[in-house]
């Protein structure tokens, strides 16, 4: 796995607060195989391009409350899979952009929960930062991946008449909407 920026910042073992606090950044990449539970989740032999991602620390003091912590998350991935339209390998691109606020411990976090939309996580001096970016990364797999234009002709067509006639048959889910049409309050 490679690393830029200094060798002060470890991110399996990431001291949350100090990294934010100093409003630094990280950022590596690393090949499919260095991610074993995300491997997994690959679905056919194509050769992906490395996973890469970046951590930004970003501090917010706050006067009568505790400074807040964050950790901003984006990743770059590639996941070799299957297109359940034509059956052939594709290579889907996966994007990962998002913000982690820390709180001190699990009892302010329940707390918290409900009044913040944010995503919460407790504050750790040894974070494992490339967990979550795994974790992170197996959440946003699609369920459906396909090609955006498959490579070839699909055996079943829109113009197959039986096809067809099933997809004209579909009810339009907005007019059974339009039935229910309350009536105006006087
Ligand atoms: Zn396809």
Redesign the pocket.
């Known amino acids: 796995m490679e690393f830029q920026n200094n060798a002060k910042w470890r991110p399996e073992k990431l001291d949350v607060r100090a990294f934010a606090q100093a409003l630094a950044s990280l950022s590596g990449q690393s090949p499919l195989s260095d991610w074993p539970r995300l491997a997994e989740e690959a679905q056919s032999e194509l050769q992906a391009p490395p996973v890469s991602w970046t951590l930004r620390g970003e501090w917010v003091p706050e006067s009568g409350a505790p400074d807040q912590v964050w950790l901003h998350l984006h990743i770059q991935a590639t996941l070799p899979m299957l297109?359940q339209?034509?059956?052939?390998p594709?290579l889907t691109p996966i994007e990962v952009d998002r913000p982690f606020r820390f709180v001190a411990d699990e009892d302010t976090a329940m707390a918290l929960d409900d009044e913040l939309e944010e995503d919460l996580l407790v504050l750790s001096r040894e974070f494992d930062a490339l967990a979550l970016i795994e974790d992170e990364v197996i959440l946003a797999v699609p369920l459906v991946p396909?090609?955006e234009v498959?490579?070839v002709p699909l055996t079943m067509t829109v113009s197959d008449p039986q096809f067809e006639a099933a997809e004209t048959e579909r009810p339009n889910p907005f007019a059974a909407l339009a039935g229910l049409k309350i009536p105006p309050s006087r």
């Open positions: 297109c339209r034509c059956l052939g594709v396909f090609h498959c490579p």
